[in-house]
């Protein structure tokens, strides 16, 4: 500070950080992007629609990375693996993982890639994904995006499912 004034910040504890993370997965699981707010701080809720990434070449740290990000998770992995996963993660979460990883449903929208190629790029698209689907006024049909093959069986958006009103 230019007055000589130090503020002290204190670090903060194992169990918040904790805390925080499984709290940021559970925003993520529900609603696959980041908390959005407008110019006032207002909460944005952008369309959320029904996918599932089909990763080729997936590992334990990618599977980690991507799972909260959408609703069906399709790997390659071992299943001693996926239950290693599954045992450690169901902990922190309300949402049955084992209905999540592996699993044969018709999804709306399927995101097929290589583990492999996955950068940071990548991750901000994921991260994106709903924006940039929204953006383009999907249809019906398949495109590529970076290392992505998108398949749309159909459109349609869940926000209204997940937002309680009393």
């Known amino acids: 500070m230019p007055d000589g004034t130090i503020w002290y910040k204190p670090k903060d504890s194992e169990e918040y950080?904790?805390?925080?993370?499984?709290?940021?997965?559970?925003?993520?699981?529900?609603?696959?992007?980041?908390?959005?707010?407008?110019?006032?701080?207002?909460p944005i809720v952008g369309n959320r629609y029904d996918t599932t990434f089909v990763v080729h070449n997936c590992n334990e740290n990618l599977l980690k990375v991507l799972e909260p990000w959408c609703d069906r998770i399709v790997t390659n992995m071992e299943t001693s693996e996926i239950e290693k996963y599954i045992k450690e993660?169901?902990?922190?979460?309300?949402?049955?993982?084992?209905?999540?990883?592996?699993?044969?449903?018709?999804?709306?929208?399927?995101?097929?890639?290589?583990?492999?190629?996955?950068?940071?790029?990548?991750?901000?698209?994921?991260?994106?994904?709903?924006a940039i689907l929204e953006s383009n006024e999907i249809e019906v049909g398949e495109f590529e995006l970076d290392i992505f093959s998108i398949k749309v069986n159909r459109v349609k958006t869940y926000t209204h499912n997940l937002i309680c009103r009393k």
Not at 17 to 42: A, G, S
Not at 102 to 123: A, L, Y
């Open 17 to 42: 950080k904790q805390l925080r993370e499984n709290k940021f997965r559970e925003w993520w699981r529900k609603w696959h992007t980041d908390v959005l707010h407008d110019e006032l701080m207002m």
């Open 89 to 130: 993660e169901q902990p922190n979460t309300i949402i049955d993982l084992t209905k999540r990883i592996n699993v044969d449903v018709d999804s709306d929208i399927e995101i097929s890639f290589d583990g492999n190629k996955f950068t940071q790029n990548s991750f901000n698209a994921i991260q994106q994904i709903s």
